[in-house]
């Protein structure tokens, strides 16, 4: 079983930056492949980025390609979220999540989750 605490989400104007940070528990971490997610009031879950266990590969969702970095520190067993040039549309509570099979944008594939943290960005 891996573990997943979140920090880093906060209030925010337009145009500015934050870094989330995923920090995870267990011997497994380097295997799972690891994504973000994002739940907006009203909305469904949707898919931010996901990185393979490697690191090797990525994955954006178009709404972030450009302002999002997703990336991770195995030797830290942290994944991270790095958000740049944040619109009023990017609010929403952010999740990290583990999947321990497939390279996927799929929340229902991520079987570990972190608590989510709140991102607002408002002007």
């Known amino acids: 079983q891996v573990q997943l605490v979140e920090s880093g989400g906060g209030l925010v104007q337009p145009g500015d930056s934050l870094r989330l940070s995923c920090a995870a528990s267990?011997?497994?971490?380097?295997?799972?492949?690891m994504g973000w997610f994002r739940q907006a009031p009203g909305k469904e879950r949707e898919f931010v980025a996901a990185?393979?266990?490697?690191?090797?590969?990525?994955d954006y969702t178009d709404s972030v390609k450009g302002r999002f970095t997703i990336s991770r520190d195995n030797a830290k067993n942290t994944v991270y979220l790095q958000m740049s040039s944040l619109k009023p549309e990017d609010t929403a509570v952010y999740y990290c999540?583990?999947?321990?099979?497939?390279?996927?944008?799929?929340?229902?594939?991520?079987?570990?989750w972190g608590q989510g943290t709140q991102v607002t960005v408002s002007s």
């Open positions: 999540a583990g999947c321990d099979t497939w390279f996927t944008r799929a929340p229902a594939n991520y079987h570990y």
């Open positions: 267990g011997r497994a971490f380097t295997g799972y492949h």
């Open positions: 990185i393979t266990n490697t690191g090797g590969m990525t």
